[in-house]
T-cell receptor, first 115, second 113 residues
């Protein structure tokens, strides 16, 4: 079974520029998540989708971050304009609500450096 | 006060040692407790999950939950250099349709030859 796919793996941009990250979840997983992990910290949930609807975006900085999952499969997370403090790993994850424990599976992450 | 507290380490042990990793939490609504392992430059990988209080064993790994003390542990027996990674605890109230994990900061473990 293929895992969660993310691209690009690494990105360096200047502050005030924009960046977009793409995610393809595990096949059949209805729930998709974007987490932000700053160096030395645990991942923090930014947004959770159930199919193509938003379940939780309470910690998404909506003035600069946006995310969409138009067809209920893959998703894009955009940051515009980027700030220095956005330097982090952006982890996409997915889960199947019907599976035992509703286990969340993570991709390898997209590493963003804002200079 | 953070909802989940975890000692960041680093923790260095000799090969073959028993490792104990711990987290405390403050939210009594947490029901599912998970341990993730994260190698450098990789995403977190689920090791184990437990529901409510009790123990769960999987090979060299044992997860323990004490809800009365709001304390969870992960034990690694016969530790190997390949166990060197950051270990993240995560918790989930699993209310309604949500599945919102709250993570600890992670403990960096190094197992030395």
């Amino acid at each position: 079974e293929a895992g969660v796919a993310q691209s690009p793996r690494y990105k360096i941009i200047e502050k005030r520029q924009s960046v977009a990250f793409w995610c393809n979840p595990i096949s059949g997983h209805a729930t998709l998540y974007w987490y932000q992990q700053i160096l030395g910290q645990g991942p923090k949930l930014l947004i959770q989708f159930q199919n193509n609807g938003v379940v939780d975006d309470s910690q998404l900085p909506k003035d600069r971050f946006s995310a969409e999952r138009l067809k209920g499969v893959d998703s894009t997370l955009k940051i515009q304009p980027a700030k220095l403090e956005d330097s982090a790993v952006y982890l996409c994850a997915s889960s199947n609500p019907g599976a035992p424990g509703n286990t969340i599976y993570f991709g390898e992450g997209s590493w963003l450096t804002v200079v | 006060q953070k909802e989940v507290e975890q000692d960041p380490g680093p923790l260095s042990v000799p090969e073959g040692a028993i490792v104990s990793l711990n987290c405390t939490y403050s939210n009594s609504a947490f029901q599912y407790f998970m341990w993730y392992r994260q190698y450098s430059r990789k995403g977190p990988e689920l090791l184990m999950y437990t529901y409510s209080s009790g123990n769960k064993e999987d090979g060299r790994f044992t997860a323990q939950v004490d809800k009365s003390s709001k304390y969870i542990s992960l034990f690694i027996r016969d530790s190997q250099p390949s166990d060197s990674a950051t270990y993240l605890c995560a918790m989930n109230p699993l209310t309604g349709g949500g599945n919102k994990l709250t993570f600890g900061t992670g403990t960096q473990l190094k197992v030395e030859l």
